[in-house]
């Protein structure tokens, strides 16, 4: 029996970027398949915690470029973005680095203490190298950001 299997994403309606009926792929040897609209899932990985790699929680005028590994080929990132230890009101919007930051948020919070997270599917343009975090409002939190898969 093989550790590897297939299955279909059955779409209503089609999807930015994703035709409907795309193929996803499961396993150990998801991203062997380069097909486009494949979603390649990984083993998730952790991208930033400010937690750790930043001595202070974001400001929500703060703006980041973050490298993303393994993305360069790809059409688009699986994000799951999670705010914790909020402070007032604020968002988070994530875009490819060198796209312009939508005008939609990708995680919102409303009051102190919060812990929140959002999966976010982040289309890109060749060649992409990152993502840009990107806050609004006028609260802080810490931010942290797991990386789930890609987008053949």
Known sequence: M???TRRRLIAA?????????A???FGPNASA???????????????????????????????????????DGKSGVILNVTVTETEGAGFFRVADAFEAVPTTSNINWYGDGQTLANMA??????PATGITVQGGGDGRAHLVIDVLGFVA
Request: zero cysteines; hydrophobic letters at 50%.
């Open 33 to 71: 398949a380069a097909v486009a609209g494949l979603v390649e899932l990984v083993t998730p990985f952790r991208l930033q915690d400010s937690r750790v790699n930043e001595p202070d929680k974001y400001d929500t005028s703060a703006q980041d470029s973050l490298a993303v590994p393994g993305i």
């Open 121 to 126: 599917i982040v289309m890109v343009a060749p």
């Open 2 to 4: 093989s550790l590897f």
């Open 13 to 21: 309606a089609p999807v930015s970027g994703l035709a409907a009926g």
């Open 23 to 25: 193929a996803v792929a």
